[in-house]
Structure formats: structure tokens, C-alpha cells
């Protein structure tokens, strides 16, 4: 059986059509405009073309209880949001277009201690803001801050808001 040089270009066209379509409605569906999850790694931050730097965290591990809380990748990143996606195959080969926006992300993943997280309810708080770092998982944490006019910043972990028996990290920022 014979295809027909007409019914490949028409289908071509369809293709086309309908990705061009998916995009531009998942995009859509991604409440456009809204601040993006951050990057899971400074691998895909550095992607995202938003990373900015290392940060140290000071001492790199604490111990929580008898359980050990040590920080893997620490860093800065550009706030970005989703632009539009580009649907090569909808639902599985498709490539997120992000634009920067005002403001940063201070963002940690973790070596271990996530079971103090799960089970002690631990949290993080940069100088007693009022809110902990927001948390996807026990895989990312990340806090906004508006500003780089810092040159050090102390973070709090704790279980409580009267950071009742709290430890201390200071977080630097890489001279590079």
C-alpha cells in the first residue's frame, strides 16, 4: 500500500498544528505568569540558565536529635517563571521556556537526615522571618528573598516558632 506524497504533508501539517496547539494550551495551564518551582539541582539550574552561585552553609551538617542533617548542593538562583513550552511529542518531549524575573531563590537539597525532616518535623527559617523555607518533598527547599544586598545570613533549623532548642547555619555566599 501506497501512501500519497499529499496525505504525508497533510498529516505533517496536523502534527504540527496540534503541537503548536498543546503548547500553547499547556503553557496556559501552567498558571503562566506565577513563579516557578525552582531547580531540583544546580545541574538544572545552571540548564534554566538562572543560577548564580554557590552559597556555603556553616557547619555543613547538623546533628538533630541523634540523626545527622548534612547539606548537599547549596545555592542562588534568578526567580524565573514558565514562558511557554515547546510540545515536540505532547505529554512526553516537551521543553519548558522560562523567563527571569525579579528576585531569588536560596535553594538546598539534602545528603541525608530526611527523616528528621519526616518524622521530628523539622523546618528551616531564614533570620525568624515568620515562614519557613518552602519544601518540595524532602528533596528541595528554597526561600525568595527580594535582595543580594547581604553578605551573610543566619538560618535557624528547628520543630517549633519559639525555636526551643534551635541550631544555627550561616549561609555565605561563594567569593568566586
Not at 8 to 22: G, P
Not at 104 to 116: H, K, M, R
Request: glycine letters at 6%.
Amino acid at each position: 500500500m501506497k501512501i500519497k506524497r499529499k496525505t504525508v504533508i497533510v498529516l505533517a501539517v496536523l502534527y504540527v498544528i496540534m503541537n503548536i496547539f498543546w503548547g500553547w494550551l499547556s503553557t496556559g495551564l501552567a498558571v503562566k505568569g506565577a513563579t516557578s518551582s525552582p531547580s531540583y539541582s544546580i545541574a538544572q539550574s545552571k540548564a534554566k540558565d538562572c543560577f548564580l552561585s554557590d552559597l556555603t552553609f556553616s557547619p555543613n551538617e547538623v546533628d538533630w536529635n541523634g540523626t545527622k542533617i548534612e547539606f548537599n548542593e547549596v545555592w542562588l538562583e534568578k526567580q524565573t517563571q514558565l514562558d511557554y513550552r515547546i510540545s515536540l511529542v505532547p505529554f512526553f518531549w516537551e521543553i519548558p521556556i522560562y523567563k527571569q524575573k525579579p528576585g531569588f531563590n536560596i535553594c538546598f537539597n539534602l545528603s541525608s537526615g530526611y527523616e528528621a525532616i519526616d518524622n521530628d518535623f523539622v523546618f528551616f527559617v531564614i533570620e525568624e522571618k515568620g515562614h519557613s523555607f518552602a519544601q518540595r518533598g524532602t528533596v528541595l527547599f528554597w526561600e525568595e528573598i527580594d535582595s543580594l544586598d547581604w553578605d551573610s545570613l543566619v538560618c535557624k533549623i528547628t520543630n517549633n516558632w519559639k525555636f526551643n532548642g534551635a541550631k544555627e547555619i550561616i549561609i555565605t555566599k561563594d567569593e568566586k
